[in-house]
């Protein structure tokens, strides 16, 4: 999967990293190795390799919004 900053997924109960039981996260930034993100519920930045990000994704515990808009 291709990832832009600002990208919003919603998070499935199952992700791990959830600490703080936030229901949407926001891509703030993207490299070639690693994706930053802000939990809807946190003040902290996290950041993921851009391969276990991709695992979460391919897991349904992350649902890129826009794409849960067009097939809703």
């Known amino acids: 999967m291709y990832y832009q ?3 919003e997924f919603e998070i499935r109960n199952g992700f791990l990293p ?5 229901d ?3 891509v703030l930034e993207v490299s070639d190795s ?6 809807s519920n946190a003040e902290n930045r996290c950041v993921f390799p851009v391969d276990n990000f991709d695992y979460w994704i ?7 919004v826009n794409e849960k808009r ?3």
């Open 58 to 64: 391919k897991r349904g515990l992350l649902v890129n």
């Open 24 to 26: 949407r996260l926001k």
């Open 18 to 22: 959830n600490m703080y039981n936030s």
């Open 5 to 7: 900053n600002n990208m």
């Open 34 to 39: 690693s994706v930053i993100i802000k939990m």
């Open 70 to 72: 067009r097939t809703s």
